[in-house]
């Protein structure tokens, strides 16, 4: 499957975030260093910079910027990995990754951003999992409160990796 997610759009809203599709300039400036205006101090993370390497042109299921409304302000990341595939058992599947610079942290706005991205995959049946380091507590947190309830093991990474059952 390689379509986007029904009723994706460039930005996913919720009642105090939205979900934006990075573009090329949004990537550029996240590979070279460059700041755009509208970026918390901390933003790109790390993982923001790991998640540029996954970006393709035009690709719904990419990485998208979570901005904090009313400030306009880019304060995290959320994404696939990539379209949804066959898993062994045949079920679609699809791995998910997010993250907030620390001063959002604790607000429950990861878990808000989670939910918002799960809705238009949940329609199409698809199962979802994430990877989460055991010391990860909030991450953890976020993960179970979007309904990821199996634990499959752990990656080559040695992070958990959480499953939430395909629905629809």
Do not use: C
Request: proline share 8%; aromatic share 6%; glycine share 14%.
């Amino acid at each position: 499957m390689s379509g986007p997610p029904p009723g994706a759009r460039p930005g996913i809203h919720t009642a105090r975030l939205r979900l934006v599709l990075w573009d090329a300039a949004t990537v550029a400036a996240i590979r070279s260093g460059e700041r755009l205006a509208d970026w918390h101090a901390d933003f790109p993370r790390e993982d923001d910079r790991g998640a540029a390497v996954l970006w393709r042109e035009g690709d719904p299921w990419g990485p998208r910027s979570i901005v904090r409304s009313g400030a306009e302000l880019v304060i995290g990341s959320i994404g696939f990995f990539g379209a949804p595939e066959p898993a062994d058992d045949g079920v679609l599947e699809a791995e998910v990754g997010y993250g907030l610079v620390p001063q959002a942290r604790g607000y429950g706005m990861a878990t808000e951003a989670l939910l918002a991205l799960m809705g238009p995959v949940d329609a199409q049946g698809v199962r979802v999992r994430a990877g989460v380091a055991p010391t990860n507590r909030a991450g953890m947190r976020v993960a179970a409160k979007a309904g990821f309830t199996e634990i499959r093991g752990s990656d080559e990474d040695g992070r958990l990796v959480l499953v939430r059952p395909a629905r629809g």
